[in-house]
């Protein structure tokens, strides 16, 4: 199915210079945010507790805060909507350290008279915990960055894996800019959320790769920026139809999944909208300002051929026991 029949090749390098002053600018952006609002690590990273509260009717937020304000447990903790006015979260920065006391109890009893509510969900986390799991998010991220790179460059050639890191840590960049903006609880649904967007992007880039290596070997064109506009322009089908059926899920679990799995969406939504938008405006514009030479490379792949074809001249000749 080709939802675009291209008769010439569509002049993406041409768009290049643009498009690569606009990921500048959303990445320093983005870090900015990281340096100056930081991200809003949830319970999973720093530890802490949360007790989610159902109510009949709409939930008296303003009643609740009186009630637990008098109690040191809860002392700085918060208490916000949970996608629906009857719903309620309580956030308290520190986790019961005690066995014997059960902290959805204590919310209860000091609830008691505010309406007819039900606990539905206690999570607790330590604080080393926490930092454990932080840690070894980034290690996850870290070591998948560097599977990736050892990949494409084992798979292509070292500028093909150059370029296809930078367009990931461009596409990560943003989608953490994008989680600090709107002040998202950072928990390790989001980290999946972002292990899923690498492995999004990585596809998408590995297949426009793959075209343009076809490209190279294939035509006798030897205009780098010729080759990619066609290799893009020939994948463009494919790419559209990829990422509008993963957008139209990833909406619907947007707006329609709960608040439980609000922040996973959002990730997802901006991740597959940038890796999109970078496998075809950032990751291919790499290959050229790393100096890719499409003489040359055609040049060792003529010789790795002539040496295997040399490798399988000598077995056969000790087959036959010329050797």
């Known amino acids: 199915m080709e939802l675009f029949k291209a008769t010439r090749s569509l002049p993406f390098m041409g768009k290049s210079k643009i498009a690569i002053v606009i990921s500048i600018m959303m990445v320093l952006g983005s870090y900015a945010l990281l340096f100056t609002k930081g991200m809003n690590f949830g319970i999973d990273f720093v530890g802490g507790t949360i007790v989610q509260v159902k109510y009949e009717g709409s939930a008296p937020i303003d009643e609740m805060r009186k009630r637990l304000s008098g109690n040191a447990l809860f002392e700085g903790s918060s208490i916000n909507e949970f996608g629906s006015p009857d719903e309620v979260v309580i956030r308290l920065k520190n986790s019961s350290e005690s066995v014997t006391q059960d902290i959805g109890d204590t919310v209860r009893e000091k609830l008691a008279g505010t309406g007819k509510f039900e606990i539905r969900r206690v999570d607790i986390v330590g604080a080393k915990v926490g930092s454990e799991l932080r840690e070894k998010g980034i290690m996850a991220l870290t070591l998948a960055v560097l599977g990736i790179l050892i990949y494409v460059a084992f798979r292509f050639e070292w500028r093909f894996a150059v370029a ?160």
């Open 164 to 323: 296809s890191v930078l367009a990931l840590v461009h596409d990560i960049s943003i989608a953490m800019g994008a989680i600090a903006l709107v002040g998202l609880d950072v928990n390790l649904d989001v980290l999946a959320a972002l292990l899923t967007v690498l492995g999004y992007s990585i596809n998408d880039t590995i297949i426009v790769f793959d075209r343009i290596r076809e490209g190279i070997t294939d035509s006798k064109e030897t205009n780098l920026e010729a080759i990619i506009d066609e290799s893009i322009t020939k994948t463009l089908s494919r790419t559209t139809l990829t990422s509008l059926t993963t957008l139209f899920v990833v909406i619907i679990l947007f707006a329609f999944g709960g608040e439980i799995i609000h922040a996973f969406a959002f990730t997802l939504l901006v991740g597959i909208g940038i890796g999109t938008y970078s496998s075809i405006f950032v990751a291919s514009p790499i290959l050229k300002w790393f100096g890719f030479d499409v003489k040359n490379y055609r040049a060792k792949l003529s010789q790795k051929a002539a040496r295997e074809a040399e490798k399988e001249r000598l077995r056969a000749q000790f087959e036959q026991g010329i050797v």
